[in-house]
């Protein structure tokens, strides 16, 4: 089988601090929540500290890549010293992203303008450097594809939560789309709707561990293997077998982040 690449997780987390490398030294191999093993994770920053931690799990364990960059949440926090050091870390060999990267309405924990004036700072990174990036987008889609819009390069929507009209504009615009557990959810018609509008070489599939765990797993410890969950419900969704989606997206998420 194909082994599942989990386009984006925190093993940096707090709730992991225990369990991290019993959970990680396991991941590759396949038992009965994840048949196929996970072959590759792309660990997300939030601020600099997960960042270095980002970049120190990627020198740690092979199947681990390090995105690198500031969260909504942490907006406030930025300073120049952290976007010199972000830039500076996309040289190192196991980081292929920038991010995450967006704007949280939701939560609100980080003034809106210096939200979008983050997220505007890493875009731009994005675009000079011709690194991709990992946007969040939490009850912002509108204001989320205005800074899109304004940008020259390609990243994924991350855990997506928008419109199959949210989905369009992405794809024509050449970005990647990336589902979490969320999809799985009962209440989540709208969402797993959304699913036919990406055709199959722009899919990406993640966990966001430790949150979002898919059902049946929903409100457990989510690990990458939980992923695989995802993949049988996105390929319920398509009509295609679990082993095509593992497939497809390994394959989409390499080219996107450069990974051989
Ligand atoms: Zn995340």
Sequence with gaps: MTMLFDSHAHYDDEKFDNIREEILSGITSGDNICPCGVGYIVNAGCDIQSSRFSVALSEKYGFMYAAVGIHPHEAQ?????????IESMLSHPKVCAIGEAGLDFH????????QKKVFERQMLMSQKTGYPIIVHDREAHGQTMEVVSQYKTVGVMHSFSGSCEMAKELIKKGWYVSYSGSVTFKNAVNLAETVQYVPDDKLLIETDAPYLAPVPYRGQ????????ATAQKIADLKHKDVEYILEITQSNAKKLFNIQ
Excluded: G, M
């Excluded at 939560?107 to 210096?114: G, K, Q, T, V």
């Excluded at 410890?221 to 695989?228: D, Q």
């Design 77 to 85: 926090n930025a300073d120049e010293k952290w976007f010199e050091e």
């Design 107 to 114: 939560y609100d924990f980080s003034p809106r303008e210096i």
């Design 221 to 228: 410890l989510n690990t990458s293997k939980h992923a695989y």
